[in-house]
């Protein structure tokens, strides 16, 4: 069948959830439970990224104020509690991921989304 052809030789590894590749995916990982296990059945077992059992589970890491508020950029920032950095002053670079986390050529700590150079300057329209 059209099925098999496409996918029969692709093995178990087929479906095997993908990794974590973002430093915001890995600092998530098992820190929520699954709902499918919770249903009864998870196809990814122990190889799943969200947690089966209450050991498993991991505190969540505070990431506000880790990235700059569009809103604020724009001018049109409403929310008087708001979790994103309204302004280089305020952004916080996060967790440090454990090295054998971090992908080769990036440093432990990465705050992201700027530049190189980037001065500490806000840029207000």
Known sequence: SFG????GDMGASAMDPP???TRVAKQLAKTRFCKHFQRGFCRYQDKCCYAHFAEELMPRPNLSKTKICVGFLTGTCRNGDCSYAHGLTE???GLEMPEALTPPGMSPVDPGGFMP?????VFTP
Request: hydrophobic share 40%; no cysteine.
């Open 91 to 93: 952004l916080r670079q």
């Open 117 to 121: 150079g980037m001065s500490g300057e």
């Open 19 to 21: 990794p974590p590749t």
């Open 4 to 7: 098999m052809a496409m996918f």
